[in-house]
């Protein structure tokens, strides 16, 4: 089967022939359909993050179950059309007992050793060895994943919406929707008008912000925010006056798509008293910012991370699925250009200078 394999860091990508071996014991075999690009990717790409090579990347993705392997659990079958998750969910550990799978103890170990949930791998080229990014590296016509890296999804959900959801709409409609408190009737400010960014609008529009400031660098980006529902503002070194200024005091709550330092910084300045940052962005492996102290302690801000969005997937995607079903969240409006698996660097060129929505590999 092909896939898109990262042999050097800062080289691009290669579309290769590789070997697939069965699914393991719980494990599932997928068909992809659709595979969003993702600047997290870019982040491994780059060697911002560390990551054994050779690599196959992609983890956003969604397809068809074609096998199973021994020991499944029998909640999803063969033909069921399912997301993939980049974080596996053990089921045991004090984070997924907790009911916050996004931290499962099991992330450590696809992160230690680029495999599945064994440390190994299921991908060859001959006689040498590939590794999975974050147990999915669905830049790939099939995977082999972990059952419990799979959620299914329900008749009407296109291939493309569901791989988008599975990281980014998840990771900004979730922050909206369950680290955001009382939001309805108060404006809220988000920093970055790309894949994430966009799902954090639809989310805030979602629970009644109002208004929600959308801030970006590319007019474009901003005007495509405004579509669903955004006032615009345009990034620059005056953005905290303005932001007091437009809220008559600053937001209670703001979430950092972006994940830089200047934009970290901008948004705790942008805060009024007792408000909240949301954190959704990466960054390179570590990577720092310096805030002031004084205004953590005396304004009373707060700062929170917030991996997948704060979200528990396996119950949060479907609530996701039925709000597009229903007309609530018009997702569709983020899917941007479509390409083959063969045009993948030309994708990453496309997100480098700032596409417009998510673009999604049809493998």
């Known amino acids: ?17 590789l070997e697939l ?13 659709a595979a969003g690009v993702c600047h997290s990717d870019l982040h491994y790409m780059t060697g911002d993050l560390p990551a054994r090579l050779p690599i196959v990347v992609g983890h ?13 659990s029998g909640r999803i079958g063969v033909g069921d059309r399912v997301a993939l998750l980049w974080r596996p969910r053990c089921g045991e550990c004090d984070a997924c007992v907790a009911g916050d799978p996004a931290l499962c103890r099991f992330g450590r170990v696809l ?12 991908l060859r080229a001959g006689d040498e060895a590939v590794h999975h990014l974050m147990g999915v590296s669905c830049f790939a016509e ?6 419990s890296s799979t959620v299914a999804v329900p008749e009407g959900v296109p291939p493309e919406i569901a791989a988008i959801s599975a990281c980014a ?4 409609v979730g922050a909206a929707l369950g680290v955001v408190e009382h939001a309805a009737g108060r404006p809220l400010l988000v920093l970055g008008a790309g894949g994430v960014g966009l799902a954090a609008v639809l989310g805030a529009t979602l629970v009644g912000a109002t208004p929600v400031l959308a801030v970006d660098l590319d007019p474009a980006r901003l ?22 200024e437009a809220t008559s005091g600053g937001v209670l709550w703001a979430i950092d798509a972006v994940g830089g330092a200047g934009t970290l910084r ?15 962005g990466l960054n390179r492996a570590g990577a720092t910012v310096d805030l002031p102290i004084n205004d953590l302690v005396q304004r009373r801000k707060r700062i929170v991370g917030a991996l997948y969005g704060g979200a528990n997937p396996r119950l949060d995607l479907p609530r996701i699925f039925a709000l597009y079903l229903a007309g609530r969240l018009p997702l569709d409006a983020l899917v941007g250009a479509r390409r083959p698996l063969d045009e993948v660097n030309e994708a990453y060129a496309e997100l480098r200078s700032g596409a417009l929505g998510r673009t999604v590999l049809l493998p």
């Open 21 to 33: 071996a069965p699914p393991g014991p719980g494990e599932v075999l997928v068909r992809i359909e």
């Open 142 to 147: 099939r995977v082999v994943v972990s059952e």
């Open 223 to 244: 005007e495509l925010a405004a579509r669903f529902g955004a006032t615009p503002m345009p990034a620059g070194d005056d953005l905290a006056e303005r932001v007091l």
């Open 60 to 72: 956003e993705g969604a397809g068809v179950v074609e096998a199973l392997g021994p020991g499944t």
């Open 111 to 122: 992160a230690d050793t680029n495999g599945l949930m064994d440390g190994t791998t299921r």
């Open 169 to 172: 709409v998840i990771t900004g």
């Open 1 to 17: 089967m092909r896939a898109a394999v990262l042999r050097e860091v800062g080289a691009p990508l290669t579309v290769e022939d």
């Open 266 to 280: 901008q948004a705790l300045a942008c805060l009024a008293p007792g408000g909240t940052l949301v954190a959704v």
